[in-house]
């Protein structure tokens, strides 16, 4: 792990995936802040609120792709407006029960996904990710 992980977002509209999800990460040594959001818009909100404040920007986000309202496509699609100054850091990762062929293929075409990741989180991906991708 070159660079380090303060702050973790974790975006799943099933209030269970994210309290367990929350448990591994919290579980993890090394995380100051992890925080959970149910919707796309959710965390779209969530952002908005710590574009100015380095402490809680997220360096890493677990994204669901199914979700009502807003669907982790169409928050990488509004994500990808907010200022690249600040999400240039931020590394999102499709953490889903998706298996739709096309949505590893879109997941791949995306430059602002680092990977897509079958649910659930578990102590041995979450350090696979961290390895990889920090």
């Known amino acids: 792990m070159g660079k380090s992980v303060n702050c973790v977002l974790l975006v799943d509209d099933d209030k ?7 448990r591994v990460v919290t579980r993890h040594n090394g995380f100051d ?11 779209l909100e969530y952002l908005s609120a710590v574009e100015k404040d ?4 997220p360096d890493l986000i677990f994204l669901d792709i199914n979700m009502p309202a807003m669907n982790g496509w169409e928050f990488l699609v509004e ?6 100054s600040f999400t240039k850091g931020i590394k999102v990762i499709l953490l889903s029960t998706s298996s739709n062929p096309d949505d590893v293929l ?25 390895r990889n991708h920090f």
């Open 33 to 43: 802040q992890v925080n959970t959001v149910q919707s796309g818009l959710a965390a």
């Open 16 to 22: 269970a995936t994210n309290f367990f999800n929350e």
């Open 54 to 57: 380095e402490a809680t920007k």
């Open 79 to 84: 994500f990808e407006k907010l200022d690249h």
């Open 106 to 130: 879109a997941s791949a075409k995306n430059h602002n996904v680092e990977d897509f990741i079958n649910k659930p989180l578990s102590p041995d991906l979450l350090d696979s990710v961290l």
